[in-house]
């Protein structure tokens, strides 16, 4: 399957630098696909930024809502308008700043499914949960609980984002990524069925130039949701060529 290799921008970077770094990432398609998502206000500039290439950009998170009375959120369908094709939803950080929670998540993700936009849906354990052996069972149940009918039909994307691992410089061992990749290949192929034998599943947590290549090369790993690694051109594009 040809992989995804998304970058999470977070809430970095002004408007010029955004579009300076997307403006970067426009010749270097490769055989990988390629998505960045910046922080909402600098999606238009990067849609324009990337214009006539193969880089697509995503949001960060949507409520899931299709309007009304939300004070500070921003629907699904607006970042359709905005020239967004893909969202991350129920990223840790989302789940630990925000309460997110599993049924909240997927009711973003139908409003996401809804518009036509790509859901990216994160998770993953705590390094305690990992510590006391419970890493595949939660990763199961956030699994059933985050994901909506119809989710691998529509082409959803998963990211198995160890929590442990973003922004550390740490990473779970190949063998302990490709147990859990594994596992959601199984979990989704029994709930999906032939579906999810396509469903993109992303490894996330401090991938670097270094360590892509031995991370993607695992079975069951079609891509990488990579954060720090995303705001440097080079390293998102190296990450991407070793895809
Ligand atoms: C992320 O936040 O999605 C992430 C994977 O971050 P980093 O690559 O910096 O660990």
Not at 96 to 118: F, N, S, Y
Request: glycine residues 14%; hydrophobic residues 45%; aromatic residues 4%.
């Amino acid at each position: 399957m040809r992989p995804l290799i998304a970058g999470n921008w977070k809430m970095h970077g002004s408007l010029a630098e955004a579009s300076r770094l997307a403006e970067e990432l426009k010749g270097g398609a490769s055989g990988a696909d390629l998505l960045v998502c910046p922080p909402f206000l600098h999606i238009q500039a990067v849609v324009s930024a990337v214009q006539g290439s193969a880089v697509a950009v995503g949001g960060q998170d949507c409520h899931a809502a299709a309007k009304g009375a939300h004070t500070g959120d921003v629907s699904a369908a607006m970042l359709r308008d905005a020239g967004a094709t893909h969202v991350i939803l129920g990223h840790s950080e989302r789940r630990a700043d925000h309460g997110e929670t599993d049924a909240g998540v997927r009711a973003k993700t139908e409003a996401a499914l809804a518009v036509g936009l790509t859901p990216i849906v994160c998770v993953g354990e705590t390094e305690a949960q990992r510590l006391a052996g419970e890493a595949e069972r939660v990763v199961e149940t956030q699994l059933s609980g985050s994901l909506p009918d119809g989710f691998a039909e529509a082409g959803g994307v998963v990211a198995y984002e160890p929590v442990w691992a973003i922004g550390t410089g740490r990473t779970p061992t190949e063998d302990d990524i490709a147990a859990i990749h594994g596992a959601m290949r199984r979990v989704l192929v029994g709930r999906f069925g032939k579906a999810a034998e396509g469903t993109r599943l992303l490894y996330g947590g401090s991938v670097k130039p270094g360590n892509a290549a031995a991370i993607l090369a695992l079975p069951h790993v079609d891509g990488a949701l990579v954060g720090g690694a995303s705001l440097v051109a080079a390293d998102f594009l190296a990450i991407a060529k070793a895809a």
